[in-house]
């Protein structure tokens, strides 16, 4: 992680904005559920974000800098995707937290929390096509599951001054569904 920082000052002199998307799913119902499983999603959904978001604003310059957190509408809770659902719930109360505590310091924290999104994850856990899908789809509104684009143009305006009196807050991106 340090590694990371230190060779992107290098390169360009700086940092701005960091994305916290790295993240992982496996829905299990609770008879299924193992500690390696629990340990493996909140290391890397919610640890990493905070050992990346402690490293970023390290590097944030006296303007400050914008972090974005992936959350999902999933921090409602869905069937058997307890853990997955935790990480998501966590990294909502982490964004508001460190928003309080980096703000001082002219640094964002805001957090996306999308719905169903078409990825290769969405396609390698066997979503894409599935009935899963379909239901998805019939309860959204807008009537289609999201693509990665639609997430990318709402981080582009939380890393931008466009979205300077905004933090700690989460932008539902879901096409309307709840």
């Known amino acids: 992680m340090?590694?990371?920082f230190?060779?992107?000052?290098k390169?360009?002199?700086?940092?701005?904005v960091l994305v916290n998307n790295a993240g992982v799913y496996k829905f299990l119902s609770l008879e299924a559920i193992t500690e390696d499983e629990f340990h493996r999603q909140f290391n890397i959904n919610v640890l990493g974000t905070l050992l990346a978001t402690k490293e970023a604003a390290n590097y944030f310059g006296p303007n400050g800098g914008s972090v974005i957190n992936i959350?999902?509408?999933a921090s409602a809770?869905?069937?058997?995707a307890s853990i997955y659902s935790g990480t998501k719930g966590a990294i909502d109360a982490i964004t508001r937290g460190l928003a309080a505590e980096l703000g001082p310091r002219k640094n964002r924290v805001n957090a996306?929390?999308?719905?169903?999104v078409e990825t290769e994850g969405t396609h390698s856990a066997g979503i894409i096509g599935s009935d899963f899908e379909k239901a998805m789809i019939a309860s959204t509104p807008l009537g289609r599951i999201g693509q990665p684009d639609d997430i990318a143009?709402?981080?582009v305006f939380l890393a931008s001054d466009d979205s300077g009196w905004l933090t700690g807050e989460r932008l539902t991106a879901s096409g309307g569904y709840r």
């Open 153 to 155: 143009r709402i981080a």
């Open 6 to 9: 230190a060779e992107t000052k």
């Open 77 to 80: 809770g869905e069937a058997d």
């Open 2 to 4: 340090q590694r990371l």
């Open 71 to 73: 959350s999902s509408t």
């Open 11 to 16: 390169t360009f002199n700086g940092l701005d």
């Open 112 to 116: 996306i929390a999308p719905g169903e």
